[in-house]
């Protein structure tokens, strides 16, 4: 159990490298295209989780992965928990307000192997705070997060990958 713990760490610390390193030309010219003028950031946080995936069953029968739900925690810079990502997609800050998004774009991510960046509508659906005036989100410099490389071999059974991103909230 330690040592899965321990290679667990191992994996999420080169990822949160990979985060530090300086933005690829492909990394720009994708993220340029998610872009919303006359917006400003409301909030900018790191989200470390995992992309739930769950084995349906297609029109001919056979199964493949198809995405569930997310399940992520959202940091500020000095490293303080903010708000959780879930299925809807949705985001709830810890001061109660809490937003729905509806994806208007993507774009590729510049990690190969990993889930696209995206431009999201947001809505308000909770308490007035941080995210209730939020109109867009952007998740940016996404590592990680696609449907297990296994197949899936029962209708119903469950396949976590975990992911990192930038989320970007803005007014």
């Known amino acids: 159990m330690l040592k899965i713990r321990l290679i667990?760490?191992?994996v999420a610390a080169i990822?949160?490298?990979m985060l530090a390193l300086p933005a690829t030309a492909q990394d720009a010219s994708s993220a340029s295209a998610l872009d919303v003028p006359d917006t400003h950031v409301v909030a900018s946080l790191e989200a470390s989780g995992?992309?739930?995936y769950e084995c349906r069953q297609k029109s001919d029968?056979?199964?493949q992965w198809a995405l569930k739900a997310p399940d992520a925690n959202l940091y500020d810079d000095a490293g303080a928990l903010v708000a959780h990502h879930f299925e809807g997609p949705s985001w709830r800050a810890n001061d109660g307000s809490q937003i729905a998004g509806s994806v208007l774009r993507q774009a590729p991510s510049g990690t190969?192997?990993?889930i696209p960046q995206l431009l999201l509508a947001a809505k308000s659906v909770g308490?007035?705070?941080v995210l209730s005036d939020v109109q867009y989100i952007q998740r940016l410099a996404t590592v990680g997060g696609v449907a297990p490389?296994?197949?899936c071999t029962s209708v119903g059974e469950e396949g976590r990958a975990p992911y990192l991103a930038r989320y970007?909230?803005?007014r």
């Open 8 to 10: 667990a760490l191992g």
């Open 112 to 114: 190969p192997n990993s």
């Open 61 to 63: 029968g056979t199964l």
């Open 50 to 52: 995992v992309q739930i």
């Open 127 to 129: 308490a007035k705070g």
């Open 168 to 170: 970007v909230f803005l």
């Open 15 to 17: 990822a949160c490298c």
């Open 149 to 151: 490389a296994r197949a």
